[in-house]
């Protein structure tokens, strides 16, 4: 009985709960009625990872790696730069999408083809971490600005997504790329299901 408790616990402990906030800062959305293209741009500017600049998360990155195996701090900007393109940004247009599938509404990176775009920014990344024994789930603060396609500097809309939380079931994610791109696939699909709720479209 004992074991089976400590199983269930360690499960719940993995998966990280759903705590995070979607805030309308300003504007409104009567804009997107009808709008079944929409845009997407990512943004990483002025970014704070944990309590450091993300200037110094990687210079301490860089040196850790150095300490633990000379040669190879060299490759882990490209590393952590290469998470954004392979984990964080196609999770978080995979999941909206999944959400606006039945209504019709396809996020896209060609933004040429869109009337508007959503600009995410993000501006606070927890890494996290997994070390078999113990874990802690990744986080992001996200800011969201819609524009029209043609006209980026006019802000109609702007949103905050705070703690939105990523990890994988049952702690399989040592990795840090994967713990953080489920923290963008938990705020796209969340985020997704509130401009439904709120019929944007």
Known sequence: MKKFLFIILISLLAIPTQAQKIKLVD???????GTKDLGVEFIYEDLTVGKMSEEEYI??????AEEREPGTGEAWPDLWY???TEHYEPKFIELFNDVMFGE???LTESVEA???????????????????????????NLVVDFVA???????????TIDKSPGGTPFGYDF???????EAY?????????????????
């Open 114 to 140: 869109t009337d508007y775009k959503m600009i995410v920014k993000t501006i606070f990344i927890e890494p996290g971490f997994n070390v078999g024994v113990m874990r802690k789930s990744a986080m992001i």
């Open 175 to 181: 990795d840090t790329g994967i713990r953080v791109g």
């Open 149 to 159: 396609t043609d006209d980026p500097e006019t802000i109609l809309a702007t949103f």
């Open 82 to 84: 290469g998470d954004r």
């Open 185 to 201: 696939a938990k705020a796209a699909k969340y985020f997704a299901k509130y401009l439904l709720k709120k019929k944007a479209f």
């Open 59 to 64: 210079e301490n990155k860089v040196a850790e």
């Open 27 to 33: 504007g409104d959305l009567g804009f997107l009625k």
């Open 104 to 106: 019709g509404v396809t």
